[in-house]
């Protein structure tokens, strides 16, 4: 039996049919559970016993668990704990537009980028759609706010998830359930080669971001190993294709590590690497770990950094910084209460 909250619309459909039950009732059932955010199958009020029973026997309706809650001035992080027992994490980031969630995909990420949190401890697991479904559900249900863009960049690679995630994303986007707009869901890679090229024919308008975090394939591969089977050339090709076929702009991910990849040289060599290209680059201030292997860049190196960037005419933005003091880089709260 698989979980209500996996169960894409159309798949919903097919199944009541198969159980004997009215196609229609697949509309009633995504309100309760998306709008009025009901998993109790007993008080979905417009449904007969017969239906309820039926139900009952057919799909498994339970939570996954609020283990932990950190809360700062605009950041609220949730440790979840699955049914079997591990332990994943979400951030909810309140901006002056709504609120946004970072939600994980994987239970640890074997990409294992050498500035990751998350990274440190090996996959264990995919997640399956319902659990990155009630991620977003728990959050409203607990804030009573609406979340109104996603980003899939918490602990793990999307696309070494891809078939779940895709489900969570259509699940999400349908207008029936959550509705999140599909502009307002974004995918973060590290740049899985192949995944990208069937991201490209799935014809939804998704954003995509890329991890890039170095300008040349010798740092890239110190930073992410991950480089060393798909290197930058191809990525660049890559990104470049799915420009054409979708006429959509990607943002590139850029961590600033000090003296590691925010010199002028790694500036000046990623506007070339990216000129002409319809991208932005969002320069991220690192959170530093408890592993101190890298440095936060200064204010100082990262407006420098900006500047470059600006003059040789890349659309270039610095992210606010989230959290900082809540453990909120990705995989921090799992990995501090892993270690305990
Ligand atoms: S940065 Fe992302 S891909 Fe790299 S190790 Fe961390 S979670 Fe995995």
Redesign the pocket.
């Known amino acids: 039996m698989k979980n209500i909250y996996g169960y894409k619309y159309n798949d919903l459909e097919n199944k009541l049919i198969q159980i004997n039950e009215k196609k229609y009732r697949a509309k009633q059932i995504y309100e309760w559970l998306y709008v009025h955010k009901e998993l109790d199958f007993n008080k979905m009020t417009n449904l007969s016993k017969t239906t309820i029973n039926n139900l009952t026997n057919n799909f498994i309706n339970d939570y996954i668990k609020i283990k932990k809650v950190q809360i700062s001035e605009d950041t609220i992080k949730y440790l979840f704990e699955l049914k079997c027992g591990n332990l994943i994490e979400a951030v909810l980031l309140q901006h002056d537009y709504g609120n946004s969630i970072c939600v994980s995909s994987q239970v640890g990420?074997n990409?294992?980028?050498s500035f990751?949190a998350?990274?440190k401890l090996k996959k264990i697991r995919n997640l399956e759609s319902y659990e990155m479904v009630q991620q977003i559900l728990l959050v409203e249900k607990e804030t009573k706010r609406r979340i109104s863009s996603v980003v899939i960049m918490g602990?793990?690679?999307p696309f070494d998830n891809y078939d779940n995630v895709m489900d969570f994303i259509r699940i999400i986007n349908h207008p029936k359930g959550l509705a999140i707009g599909a502009r307002h869901i974004t995918v973060s890679t590290?740049g899985i080669i192949p995944k990208i090229k069937e991201f490209i024919l799935e014809n939804i308008q998704v954003n995509l971001a890329l991890?890039l975090h170095a300008p040349n394939n010798e740092l890239r591969s110190k930073l992410?190993k991950i480089n060393e089977v798909y290197n930058i050339e191809e990525l660049i090709s890559t990104i470049n294709e799915y420009i054409k076929e979708t006429n959509r702009r990607v943002t590139i991910e850029y961590v600033m590590l000090e003296h590691v990849n925010d010199n002028k040289k790694e500036a000046l060599e990623l506007a070339k690497l990216l000129r002409g290209m319809n991208v932005y680059v969002n320069l991220i201030p690192y959170n530093e770990t408890k592993v101190k292997v890298y440095k936060k860049s200064s204010m100082i190196r990262i407006r420098k950094f900006y500047n470059y960037l600006k003059k040789a005419g890349i659309n270039v933005t610095i992210r606010k910084e989230f959290g900082s003091e809540i453990d909120a880089a990705?995989?921090q709260l799992r990995a501090s209460e892993v270690e305990k």
Do not use: A, K, T
């Open positions: 990420c990409i294992g980028c990751c998350s990274g602990i793990g690679e590290c991890s992410m990705c995989g």
